[in-house]
């Protein structure tokens, strides 16, 4: 449960409008005004350095942590350095757009048009992107079979050493960065980063001076001023030396979280293993006697924090990841570096506290194996029942060979995490880029179609084709993503990042310029199920039996089902033709083949990191976005229509043989080859998982899940006439949290087509 | 199927099935049933025979103009119906093809506890017996669990093999009362008792089934009647299968008449008499079974 404190601080979440905020695009100029023509990772740190120096500070009246990224929570933080553009187009759309909506005042928008945009035109790094673009990729662009992600945002998707943070303290690490560039007097990194862990100690020491000032205005309330002298100290205490205790360690982390937040302005810089780093600090605290419950209100604290910051991402991007994802992915369990178990007792307290905030974030994760103790699963399962989709689980049977197969050592591999939605990365020692693009396999099938008026010979010739066209595209997707790679090097290099990444103090690089010591791509192959369905339907409609001339259902896919008798082929092709996601070998195996196929091809492409690119399949939302791309489909879309949710979940509505069978469908893909990152989604009724018997029926599925070697599960627990009331009567659900994909989000702040796709994922109930 | 092979009418087989014999199981629903109980969840499995069926829901009218019944207006054969609305229900299926279906999901049942079951219908009813021992006994040959769900109310050509093919029997007190039982369902009591006394001297696990359906068995009296029979038997658990409504469309889709339209829910009191009545025997009850 919340205490009065905790539950009065989330009611000021909830209802707070969301306002744009332009502090941190006006401190940004003014800093770049004064730097021109110095190198780039300077004028970032000195821009970021001015920012911590003139950034508004917000005492909460109950908050026992402090650190705000924005003067009101939730507010959207505008990135003109990324690019000027979008946000120029959507000024007078963000109160009224169906997805994210945000106020912006007059005045604002005023400040924006005439002074921000015009000093970031042509400076921004979606400018350098645009203009180191090859042609090509641009036109392919157009065939929306691809779109390269982060050419107008930071990269973020990616875990910082926080055990480094803690554990040494920022006085230590500026020591050794002042000591490195004295004896690298020409490495623009390391005097970056200097200036950025300098400022960063400076602004932990304003934060302390402004909580003493606020504890003499609050002179009559000794409570509070108590607290706050207590907030005080610990600051004062942070701002230089390693955390003693569990107060230390949360304020130190969320300070970072949101210093981190004003370098990058970046989805996904995740909180990674925070069972594990914690751990000391938590143990710290108990033993000097503080109670159970005073530990579990600064927690409290802390994840009522996680929601406090949201990200502004344009339309068309909220389209792909509606409802602020905004990846304070935080992950328990899972083996230690031995291969044995690490979880601890912080493992079943961070997931318990998900009874108590109800909120989307911190993103919860449960890595799961073989020795994962069952009364970790147990409390895992009954949050899952609380309908949050939280905790979304990950499978280290799978997820640590997807590592080591990409060379990752057997101990970094062990101790891997999760950014963003469902993105596997190692904390503080890769830059994977995870969230590149995504791949869509659906429209190169479109596209074969479209380009073989003629027909083929065989079935085997037209997957052949198909492939062919996703060689082709993959190729051209890869040089837009090295394009928007080098655009951050050349742009938006993130020192303060970088110093908490292995090994880019070693290197004294930049991890945009190759400074971590793991550097892959990360592409998403979406359409799977789509795929699967509409080649088993050809397969043996066009090819085996000939009822369906290749014409014929060319002419029809054209048309969209709109002529004479075409609905009647339409249901026949949706209903008498097997569908992935039913354990039905010959359909699932032609997933498995082009999933497969698409990432083979991936890898075969390097970096300017010197990493590799990498496969994964998840859509978050953008299977809403990516199906509006392509047109009618054998599989009975129609043109237009979503395609199937997740990245591995079968087809909405299609998956009819229930969640063992659609488990065994995904089971049946090279799931370790997706070492970016994959997502199923699976919704049960709420009756199904009743009593001690339907958690430990939840538990048995998680252990199988395990077994099965698929990589990750999420679960929507909501009966349908309660999303169906929300729709109706939004204000009695404000607080109502769905999983979306990947990442949960307040039910009644998604647009309507994404809550019709919520609640029309197929409710497995008995 | 192979040639020569033992044969049944399946007309559905039902996996991720959470109450029916432990753990998460798959179910094979087998056709044919002589009792006639007026609450049955599954009609379509009264015949033993195949029979057509028609799902209005799913029905786009592309033969017959809307309001029509399929079943009796749709000039198309089932195997021409685009979107399945109009279909056969049942199929005959072979021992082994069967079983590869029914053990798909082995590896939820070795986490769960679970395994397959036999249903109906009347799974040992008729001809269907002879097939479901071949399917329990090919079932445990690849070593997964076995249950059915069954009365027993029919004669057992071989109680032996039954109990060395079947891990646990799920067997259903719904009348309590003798003649009542054989004038409204046709079900003999009698034969149920000897056959549990058989199959539990041959050290069968059984779990009593008390379906609670007003009109029917509802009451104390029924209540109490069927726990001092379960405990007399010698059995130590019963699950309490409250009264629904889920089967009701199945009786439209198959052209019945259905006798338990309009009837309510049960109340949980109702539920609770029954689960006393059984405690008070010293019968662990569990509603709705695990």
Known sequence: MLTARTQRIKDRLVTQRRQVDLERATLYMESYQKTEGEPAILRRAKAFRHLLERHVIVIDDDDLLVGNRTATPRAGVVSPEMSPYWILDELDCFAERPQDRFDVSEQDKAFYREVLAPYWSGRSLNDWYRAHRPAEVESAERDKVFAVAQTDKGQGHIIPDYEMLLSRGLGDICRELSERACASPDNLFYQAA????????????????????????????????????????????????????????????????????????????????????????????????????????????????????????????????????????????????????????????????????????????????????????????????????????????????????????????????????????????????????????????????????????????????????????????????????????????????????????????????????????????????????????????????????????????????????????????????????????????????????????????????????????????????????????????????????????????????????????????????????????????????????????????????????????????????????????????????????????????????????????????? | MDEGELAGIVTNVQRFSLHDGGGIRTVAFLKGCPFRC?????????????????????CIHCAMAPGGNGLIDCPRPASECPTGAKEVVGRERGVRELVDELVRDRTFFDESGGGITLSGGECLAGRNQEFSLAVLEETHRRGVHTAVETTLAVPLADPDRLVAACDLLLVDFKIASPGRSMAVLGLDVGLRDANLRAVLGLGAAVVARLPIVPGFTRGLANARANAERIRGLGISRADVLPFHQLGEAKYASSGRGYAMAGVPQLGGSDVADVVDALEAEGIEAVVHGE
């Not at chain 1, 919704?683 to 009743?690: D, I, R």
């Open chain 1, 194 to 766: 200097l200036i950025c862990v300098e400022a960063l100690v400076a602004y932990v020491g304003r934060l302390g001076r402004e909580v003493r000032i606020k504890a003499a205005d609050v002179a009559t309330d000794d409570v509070r001023r108590g607290e706050l002298e207590r907030i005080a100290e610990v600051l004062d205490h942070v701002a230089t030396r390693p955390a003693r205790d569990l107060y230390d360690a949360l304020q130190l982390v969320w300070i970072f979280c949101v210093a981190l937040q004003h370098e990058s302005n970046a989805s996904s810089i995740s909180l990674g293993r925070m069972d594990r780093y914690l751990l000391p600090y938590w143990r710290a605290t108990v033993e000097r006697g503080v109670s159970d419950a005073a530990v579990r209100e600064l927690l409290q604290c802390f994840y009522l924090k996680c929601n406090t910051v949201v990200f502004l991402r344009s339309t068309e991007s909220a389209k792909f990841f509606g409802g602020f994802p905004t990846g304070y992915n935080l992950v328990v369990g899972g083996l230690d570096a031995q291969g044995g178990d690490a979880s601890n007792e912080l493992s079943e307290l961070l997931l318990d506290l998900q009874h108590d905030t109800r909120l989307p974030q911190p993103n919860l994760s449960l890595r799961v194996h073989p020795t994962t103790p069952d009364s970790l699963l147990h409390k895992a399962a009954e949050v899952i029942r609380l309908g949050d989709g939280i905790p979304q689980c990950f499978n280290d049977e799978v997820n640590v060979r997807a590592f080591t197969n990409r060379g990752v050592s057997v101990d970094d591999a062990r101790d891997y995490a999760v950014v963003g939605c469902v993105e596997l990365s190692i904390p503080g020692r890769m830059y994977g880029l995870h969230d590149i693009s995504m791949f869509n396999m659906m429209k190169c099938f479109e596209i074969t179609l479209r380009e073989h008026p003629e027909g083929f010979t065989s079935f085997e010739d037209l997957c052949q084709e198909v492939e062919r066209t996703i060689d082709r595209y993959v190729a051209l997707m890869v040089k837009g993503c090295d394009a928007c790679d080098l655009a951050h090097r050349a742009t938006s290099p993130t020192p303060l990042l970088s110093t908490f990444v292995h090994d880019a103090l070693e290197a004294g690089a930049d991890i945009t310029a190759g400074g971590a010591r793991y550097n892959p791509s990360g592409v998403q192959g979406v359409g799977t199920a789509n795929l699967a369905d509409s080649l088993a339907v050809m397969k043996k409609a066009v090819f085996e039996e000939g009822s369906l001339g290749y014409a014929q259902l060319l002419e029809v896919l054209r048309r969209n089902w709109s002529g004479e008798g075409d609905e009647e082929l339409r249901q026949r092709l949706m209903h008498r033709y097997p569908k992935y996601g039913n354990d039905i070998d010959e359909v699932d195996h032609l997933g498995a083949r082009f999933l497969r196929h698409y990432g083979r091809q991936v890898e075969t492409y390097e970096n300017p990191r010197g990493g590799t690119f990498q496969p994964g399949s998840y859509t978050v939302s953008a299977h809403i976005p990516l199906g509006e791309a392509v047109g009618a489909t054998p599989d009975g879309r129609h043109a237009g229509e979503q395609l199937a949710d997740g990245g591995l979940s079968p087809m909405v509505g299609r998956d009819k043989s229930g969640p063992t069978a659609s488990l065994l469908s995904v089971a049946k893909l090279d799931n370790w080859r997706d070492s970016n990152g994959s997502l199923l989604n699976v919704k049960f009724s709420p009756s199904t998982l009743a009593g001690e018997a339907g958690l430990r029926k939840l538990m048995a599925y998680l252990r199988a899940f395990c077994r099965l070697d698929v990589q990750h599960i999420q679960f929507n627990v909501v009966d349908k006439a309660t999303l169906l009331d929300a729709q109706r009567h939004p204000q009695d659900h404000r607080d109502l949290v769905v999983r979306v994909a990947g990442y949960s989000a307040m039910f009644v702040e998604l647009s309507p087509q994404i809550q019709n796709d919520i609640i029309n994922r197929t409710e497995h109930e008995l």
């Open chain 2, 38 to 58: 007026p609450w049955c969840c599954n009609p379509e499995n009264l015949s033993f025979e195949p029979e057509p069926s028609w799902k209005s829901r799913l």
